[in-house]
Nanobody, 117 residues
Framework: VQLQASGGGLVQAGDSLRLSCAAS????????MGWFRQAPGKEREFVAH????????EYSDSVKSRFTISRDNAKNTVYLQMNSLKPEDTAVYYC???????????WGQGTQVTVSS
């Protein structure tokens, strides 16, 4: 499956952004999907996850209650709605697809999110 992330940009603290990740190739609904991010000088970290079977979600503590992950299987797209953005949310955001093993095997190219104070 090929993944294409979009929707990043430069915003001010407190603003909102919605990231999208469009998938092509194999059946999108068969994959659990996740968002990760990598800030300059830091390791890539988990942000959010949505399961393929029941649509249940998980979030990192740093984004819980501010970010919402969702998916539209008809459009082969996963979204990350980001509200109340903070400067520490600045990073390159990646979407990824996990196979039945739970391993994220497919990654998008990343989209830059910059939050100014």
């Amino acid at each position: 499956v090929q993944l294409q992330a979009s929707g990043g940009g430069l915003v001010q603290a407190g603003d909102s952004l919605r990231l999208s990740c469009a998938a092509s190739g194999r059946t999108f609904s068969g994959y659990s999907m996740g968002w990760f991010r990598q800030a300059p000088g830091k390791e890539r970290e988990f942000v959010a996850h949505i399961r393929r079977n029941d649509g249940s979600t998980e979030y990192s503590d740093s984004v819980k209650s501010r970010f919402t992950i969702s998916r539209d299987n008809a459009k082969n797209t996963v979204y990350l709605q980001m509200n109340s953005l903070k400067p520490e949310d600045t990073a390159v955001y990646y979407c990824a697809a996990a196979t039945l093993t739970g391993v994220y095997e497919y990654w998008g190219q990343g989209t830059q999110v910059t939050v100014s104070s």
